[in-house]
């Protein structure tokens, strides 16, 4: 009998061989188009919203051509897999669709996105439509897009180091130590910190998984600049156990700038002159300079027109400086009408390079009077010593007065029983705040007569018993 079955056996794989297609048509299938799909995923370290590749494979199994073929997916569980317009190719949904001969096979790469935040896989049906698909069992395929598991974490290591000798890479003493190591990242609920050793080496030993962490560097030593290192990803896999971040020097070490202006005092819409002097104190030349003024745009500065810059433009970033050079870098601007009510205008010059950061800043004002307004504030004393201001913490009747920063005597006046103080119609400007004995004004005594409508509201001002 085992002779018999063994012969059997044999006479079917040969009827398979010879007839070839017949092995993927049912002898039972009606005449007519099938389309049949079968979907894998692309193997991968998958975090949540990672694009995720799925190959779609479309056979049509039929003995006759399928017409207006499209193609969906679904996602029967977990986190929502979305899939961008254009990823299904001729399969698109709002296409004409696409034709397959019989026995034509296609396969099709569809890259989606799981939606970040869950703990589950999602799991998608893949699907393929043709009208009068004889068979429709075959038509969908259902995979589970694995992700990292929830929960799992990665090391994260290196050396933070100051690029003295400039070489691009650590080289033996160029590690920072002592610096704060920051590290945050994408999904991630805090910021995780060490320091680094005195090799510059920090480490963190369980970062949770995240498609984009960033670390930042604080108390970092002798004025060294680190960047920000960003888009890493934490997959664990380890591979971002060897960074290697380097610091440069801040351009303040070799550049000098200071600004000034011609006139004290100047009326709205007159033109300023502003002189702007860069000395190169190192012993190279430096490239790639470039000036940026009133950069936060605040409206109290100088108007002064990019292109006056010349090569030090922040269009052209091609300033140069041979070593030691001194250079006189002179320009115009309009006096803004807003100044006037702030009654100064500024100058205020970043000078940074292409290549390094943290470059010197140029300062300088000139008077813009005329406008005057009151100034209130009020004056307490921290009787609880807990920092800030309470209730009942309030000065009254003491005498305070506004003077320049020359020490003239600009306004005085007392504070009422709740500890407000008025002067009354004072010019525009910054003045200094002091009290009479035995208070004493402490901590940041700047006052700040804006006119309306600019005005910041009212200050407070710390005393303390001389
Ligand atoms: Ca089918
Ligand atoms: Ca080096
Ligand atoms: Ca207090």
């Given at each position: 009998m085992r002779r018999t079955s063994l012969r059997a056996l044999g006479l079917l794989t040969a009827a398979f061989t010879l007839t070839g297609l017949v092995t993927a048509t049912p002898a039972s299938a009606e005449p007519g188009p099938n389309l049949k799909v079968t979907a894998t995923v692309v193997q991968g370290r998958y975090l949540p919203g990672d694009e995720i590749p799925v190959d779609v494979t479309v056979t049509n199994i039929g003995d006759t051509a399928a017409a207006e073929a499209?193609?969906?997916?679904?996602?029967?569980?977990?986190?929502?897999?979305?899939v961008p317009r254009g990823a299904w190719g001729d399969l698109e949904n709002e296409g004409p669709g696409a034709s397959y001969a019989p026995g034509e096979t296609r396969t099709y790469r569809v890259i989606g996105k799981s939606m970040y935040g869950s703990k589950e896989d999602p799991?998608?049906?893949?699907?393929?439509?043709?009208?009068?698909?004889?068979?429709?069992?075959?038509?969908?395929?259902?995979?589970?897009?694995?992700?990292?598991?929830?929960?799992?974490?990665?090391?994260?290591?290196?050396?933070?180091?100051?690029?003295?000798?400039?070489?691009?890479?650590p080289s033996p003493g160029e590690g920072l130590a002592g610096a704060e190591v920051h590290l945050s990242g994408v999904g991630m609920t805090g910021e995780l910190m060490t320091t680094t050793d005195a090799a510059g080496r920090f480490e963190f030993a369980a970062v949770p998984i995240t498609p984009n962490a960033s670390i930042y560097f604080w108390k970092i030593p002798n004025g060294w600049i680190t960047p920000h290192t960003g888009d890493l990803r934490v997959d664990g896999s380890g591979s971002q156990t060897a960074l290697a971040i380097k610091a440069t020097r801040p351009l303040t070490d070799v550049l000098q700038a200071t600004g000034s202006l011609d006139k004290a005092s100047y009326a709205v819409g007159e033109t300023a002159k502003a002189t702007l002097v860069l000395t190169n104190i190192g012993n190279r030349p430096l490239a790639g300079l470039w000036v940026g003024c009133d950069p936060v745009g605040s409206g109290q500065h100088l108007e002064i027109a990019d292109t006056q810059w010349g090569d030090f433009s922040p269009a052209k970033q091609a300033g140069t400086l041979a070593a030691g050079q001194r250079l006189e870098i002179t320009v115009t601007g309009k006096v803004p009408e807003k100044a006037s009510y702030f009654g100064r205008v500024y100058l205020t010059c970043y000078v940074d390079s292409k290549t390094a950061s943290s470059g010197p800043v140029a300062e300088a004002f000139g008077k813009v009077p005329g406008k005057r307004a009151d100034s209130r504030g009020r004056i307490w004393t921290d009787k609880n010593g807990n920092g800030q201001w309470d209730s009942g913490e309030q000065v009254p009747n003491v005498t305070a007065t506004l003077s320049t920063d020359g020490g003239k005597l600009v306004s005085l006046a007392k504070t009422d029983a709740d500890g407000w103080v008025t002067f009354p119609n004072v010019a525009v400007g910054v003045y200094r705040l002091r009290t009479v004995a035995p208070w004493r004004a402490v901590g940041d005594t700047d006052v700040y007569v804006i006119a309306p409508p600019y005005g910041f509201g009212d200050w407070h001002q710390q005393v303390v018993r001389r």
């Open positions: 499209k193609g969906s997916n679904y996602t029967v569980s977990g986190p929502y897999f979305t799991t998608v049906q893949f699907e393929v439509y043709t009208p009068g698909d004889v068979d429709y069992r075959d038509n969908t395929s259902i995979v589970t897009l694995e992700h990292v598991p929830a929960g799992t974490t990665d090391r994260v290591a290196g050396q933070l180091y100051g690029d003295a000798n400039e070489d691009g890479v």
